[in-house]
């Protein structure tokens, strides 16, 4: 880290920090926002986890705790002081950040084995896709309202930051971590992998075909995450519930608390009948983009995972701004296709209006009594929208960057799509 | 890709203030148009299970001699008591209640804001349904103090006769509460934050008797012993939150069906219903609501989600306390019929006499217009600043040959020169975001200073502060345009930038503001039309940037608080006084929209016509 990139990370741990201890009553504020927390990140719901617990009963009786065990042997350790609980937040941040400057660094948004782009000079410095991430005003309100996905997060930036380093197996270790917390980053092994294996040094890479290094990827993840379970299993006492509880949360949706996404509203109406069959077309929305991605944008595989993050940031079963935030922060290391983007100003404005619309329409149907679900859901799906423009523009951007980098003659150029 | 193509090639930014000002024309318009017939409607009860004004009511008679009995306690109590403040009535009108055999509880409170103390003491009874269990309540009010200052000699009686009255009866299905507060405006609002444990002991104790959730609440304002010519209806909530609908349509027709009495709202004392007088009474009312103030006791109660209203007793006429307490019973029976919370009918609405309103989704684009024209502006702001030279291409259309000559320079001196026959559209020139955006958020954090200042002083000091304030106000935007041009350098496209940032902001935060209070967000963005029409680029006559200026002098927010202050015939202070007392005790935050909202765009709009000047292109 340079000195810059210092100063920054130090500069952004003074400001939560003000924020956690300057205004006492935010963080429970921000806990109790529907956006920021959802059923399988509250840190509300963790608490209630943590109690069951160390109570010796089942944390996951009674329906409300839909996290991972490891989560509650991890806070158990923890001295009750609000003050460390603040702490560990705001260093998982810290290593994002670092883990992003790391990733800024080897500058693999803009130059791979297969791909270099002309605009390679515009990128930002390490420090500013820091800054990007750690003063993003999203960034800051999902670690002061706590949920866990502050460390699905962490976990991802950190696989990611050995994954353009060339340390595969790293790489899929923080993955199997991320995915053992949130189930959907395992969305994420086809393009690590290959992120991982175009970042080999070429010495490394004699010898070693990509579908032998998939394979032995795919086993240690596999293990990984078997191992993670099995120790799950010891901590609950040798009991599996914590399958159902979890992961089984995430792909059922038996929790129906309203959220930024699309999922809440759509089965609260639906008819039971329906159900599971609009619960395998949802679910499948999410894994279907990944071949395609995979294989169109093979040569940047940095950008398949910043994509399929951006899409699920919309499309999984239970997404909050703190999913938006890391895709945010991970698009910031595109900025030398900023300038192909054409609708920039449309989605940062509809992404504002709907931050304050949001919470406008939440208090109207919840607190004021006069408006109803259909005031937020509209916001919602405003929010989805703006979402996914950014993330179908910024693919629309990466693919003429690399095609004007392959016909340097086309640049600047109208293209029509037929 | 195309569409926004066409829009820069086209001359459709030309158009764009055009479109703007059409949008706060229509606007205003629509407002206006409101009160004719063809666009409200005549007020109907939603919910059929009130049946307002189907029961006989029989309070009358020998209660009117119990009435006059308590009245004269009242008085005498009110002269004697009124040095040493309200524990003295709290202690007897407990005695009284208690002697009908309820249950009463007394709660202390003392609010200190602005250096004001303002201290009292609630005291209430529980009346407990014979058909009901606990989880329903209905709450009867009056307040000692009204909020003229006047002793409610007539109003505390009465509650106290009805309570005695009411009591009778075996068919209630809800609780019904009669509480005394000791004034109309700290008083409530400390027994409702109380009901809900929001309250802050030890300045506001705790309640400690309690029934269930409440329904609704009545309050009467009757500080006189004469007759009444008309019941005054008041429905303003906190924040501009109203109660619905149904609540006040059952008074009225209860009122004026049953009763005779005749209904007034928005102190409109004489209203012939034609277009003038509801226009006048819409407008009154968009007032009270922009402002956000409490306009009764019962507005404390508004943002609980309970329905409230208060009823006046107004003028000279022949109408007694029987009519009102008969009205009183009529309204609980009605109340009482209650399956559910009100919610059939309309929360938003404008009303413009005591039978016709509007509906939100009738006035609600006015509103929107307005803000959307913000945004609009900003849109067209926005591609302005992306073609790559517009001061440029401005010239060319004077001075054709020259100009494309001009044109071709600067497009092979850019970065990424296509070759001379392109249109350069593709190539989006990196616009100088940073600093624009950074300006504009300061200016906005900006206005967490007059906000804490003018919420936290004595109120000893606020004639003078303000006056300071008002000073500085009129020399801030050149000051900072002074100090940000040395500092910056900033070119046209900055303001361009700045400009276009501020109006999108304040287009975002009106039209969020739109639904949470309509009038707050109309009269704003009313006052700050303008803004829309200031041209960014300097290079132009300094009188045209004087009468600018001259025009944004006279739209400042302190100006709009010396209008409040003149509308209302009260001392600035006072004014000042009411709102430091509405952010600490009722949790108004009409301020924050003041000094975070509309004050920053007039700052920015200030320092762009003092750019004006300062600037040479």
Not at chain 1, 246 to 267: E, I
Not at chain 2, 183 to 209: E, F, I, K, N
Not at chain 2, 546 to 555: D, N, R, V
Request: hydrophobic share 50%.
């Amino acid at each position: 880290m340079d000195r810059r990139s210092f100063t920054v990370v130090i500069a952004a741990v003074i400001l939560r920090l003000v924020l956690f201890t300057a205004f006492p009553s935010l963080p429970n504020l921000l806990t109790n926002r529907v956006e920021l927390s959802t059923p399988v990140t509250s840190f509300k719901r963790l608490q209630e986890g943590l109690f069951l617990y160390t109570h010796g009963l089942s944390p996951y009786d009674g329906g409300v705790f839909h996290q991972a065990p490891l989560l509650l042997a991890f806070f158990t350790t923890l001295p009750s002081n609000p003050i460390v609980v603040y702490l560990v937040y705001i260093l998982s941040d810290v290593l994002s950040a670092y883990s992003l400057i790391q990733i800024a660094t080897s500058g693999v948004s803009v130059s791979t084995p297969y791909h270099t782009s002309s605009r390679k000079s515009s990128t930002w410095p390490p420090w500013a896709v820091a800054v990007a991430f750690l003063f993003n005003p999203f960034s800051i309100a999902t670690c002061i309202a706590r949920p866990t996905i502050v460390f699905t997060n962490t976990a991802i930036l950190t696989a990611i930051a050995k994954g353009v380093k060339g340390h595969g197996i790293a790489a899929v270790l923080a993955l199997a971590m991320a995915s053992y917390l949130s189930l959907y980053p395992v969305l994420l092994l086809p393009p690590m992998v290959l992120l991982a294996y175009d970042s080999l040094p070429a010495a490394k890479k004699v010898g070693r075909s990509l579908g032998s290094f998939a394979a032995v990827l795919t086993a240690v993840f596999t293990v990984a995450a078997a191992g993670l379970g099995a120790l799950s299993w010891g901590i609950t006492g040798g009991s599996w519930e914590f399958l159902a509880s979890t992961y089984g949360v995430h792909l059922l949706l038996p929790d129906l608390t309203p959220n930024v996404g699309l999922w809440w509203y759509f089965f609260i109406e639906m008819f039971d009948s329906f159900r599971e069959f609009f619960l395998c077309v949802f679910q499948l929305h999410l894994a279907v983009y990944l071949a395609g991605l995979c294989l169109r944008l093979r040569k940047q595989p940095l950008f398949v995972i910043t994509t399929l993050l951006g899409i699920s940031s919309i499309f999984k079963s239970y997404p909050s701004i703190g999913d938006t935030a890391l895709y945010l922060s991970l698009l910031s290391l595109y900025r030398h296709i900023f300038p192909l983007m054409r609708y920039t100003f449309f989605v940062t404005s509809t992404l504002l209006y709907a931050t304050l619309l949001g919470p406008a329409f939440y208090y109207l149907w919840i607190y004021a009594g006069s408006g109803n679900a259909n005031f937020f859901y509209a916001i919602t799906l405003v929010w989805s929208l703006a979402v996914t423009v950014l993330v179908s523009d910024a693919i629309f951007a990466v693919l003429r960057d690399e095609w004007e980098t392959e016909r340097p003659e086309m640049k600047g150029k109208e293209i029509v799509q037929i | 890709m195309s569409i926004l193509t066409s829009l820069r090639s086209t001359r459709i930014l030309k158009f764009l203030p055009l479109v703007s000002a059409l949008c706060i024309l229509v606007g205003i318009t629509w407002l206006l148009l409101l009160p004719l017939d063809d666009y409200s409607r005549r007020t109907y009860i939603s919910e059929n299970a009130l049946l307002p004004g189907q029961v006989h009511t029989y309070f009358g008679g020998s209660e009117q001699d119990v009435f006059r009995a308590y009245r004269h306690e009242v008085t005498a109590l009110g002269k004697n008591a009124s040095a040493d403040g309200s524990g003295v009535m709290a202690e007897k009108i407990r005695g009284i209640f208690e002697a009908f055999g309820l249950k009463v509880g007394k709660q202390k409170f003392e609010y200190t804001t602005a250096g004001g103390v303002y201290a009292g003491e609630n005291v209430y009874a529980v009346l407990q349904a014979p058909r009901g269990d606990a989880t329903e309540a209905l709450v009867l009010c009056a307040a000692w103090i009204n909020t003229e200052g006047e002793l409610n000699e007539s109003g505390v009686a009465l509650v106290l006769a009805l309570a005695r009255y009411l009591k009778r009866w075996s068919l209630w299905s809800k609780d019904i509460i009669f509480l005394i507060t000791s004034d109309s405006r700290a008083g409530p609002q400390a027994w409702v934050d109380a009901y809900h444990d929001l309250h802050t002991p030890p300045a506001v104790t705790s309640l400690p008797l309690k029934s269930g959730a409440i329904q609704g609440v009545v309050v009467v304002d009757y500080p006189t012993s004469r007759g009444f010519e008309s019941l005054h209806i008041v429905y303003d909530g906190i924040n501009g939150q109203l109660p619905n609908l149904d609540l006040i349509n059952t008074a009225v027709r209860i009122a004026s069906g049953q009763m005779g009495i005749r209904t007034t709202l928005q102190e409109m004392w004489s209203h012939d219903n034609e277009y003038k007088d509801r226009l006048r009474t819409m407008l009154r009312g968009m007032v009270n609501q922009g402002l956000g103030h409490a306009s009764g006791p019962h507005s404390s109660f508004i943002p609980y989600h309970i329905d409230a209203i208060t009823l006046q007793a107004y003028g000279d006429g022949w109408h007694d306390e029987v009519t009102l307490g008969r009205t009183v019973e009529s309204l609980f029976r009605s109340l009482n019929n209650l399956l559910e919370h009100f919610h059939q009918s309309f929360f938003f609405y404008l009303l413009m006499a005591e039978r016709r309103f509007v509906s939100i989704g009738t006035y609600l684009p006015s509103a929107m217009l307005i803000a959307v024209n913000f945004t609009i502006a900003a849109i067209g702001l926005w591609l302005k600043s992306g073609r790559l030279n517009d001061k440029e291409d401005e010239d060319n259309k004077s001075n054709d040959g020259k100009g494309s000559e001009e044109k071709e320079g600067l497009l092979k001196s850019g970065e990424k020169a296509p070759s001379a026959d392109e249109q350069p559209d593709l190539v989006s020139e990196e616009r100088p975001l940073l600093l624009s955006m950074a300006f504009v958020v300061a200016i906005h954090f900006l206005g967490f200073i007059p906000l804490y200042l003018f919420n936290n002083l004595d109120e000893k000091n606020f004639t003078r502060a303000f006056y300071v304030f008002t000073l500085l106000n009129i020399a801030l935007p050149s000051v900072l345009c002074a100090i940000f041009t040395k500092s910056f350098a900033p070119t046209s496209l900055h303001f361009t930038l700045i400009k276009c940032f501020s109006l999108l902001l304040l287009g975002m935060f009106l039209s969020a503001l739109a639904t949470l209070n309509f009038s707050l967000s109309f009269l704003i963005g009313v006052f700050a039309s303008p803004i829309t029409f200031i041209n960014p680029t300097p290079k132009r006559k300094w009188t045209v940037g004087a009468a600018w200026m001259a025009l944004l002098q006279g739209l400042t927010p302190t100006t709009a608080l010396v209008g409040v202050a003149l509308y209302w015939g009260e001392p600035l202070s006072e004014i000042l006084k009411e709102a430091a007392f509405g952010w600490r005790v009722w949790g108004m935050w009409t301020q924050v929209v003041v000094w975070c909202v509309w004050w920053p765009a007039w700052i920015i709009a200030g320092v762009l016509v003092a750019g004006s000047w300062a600037v040479e292109a």
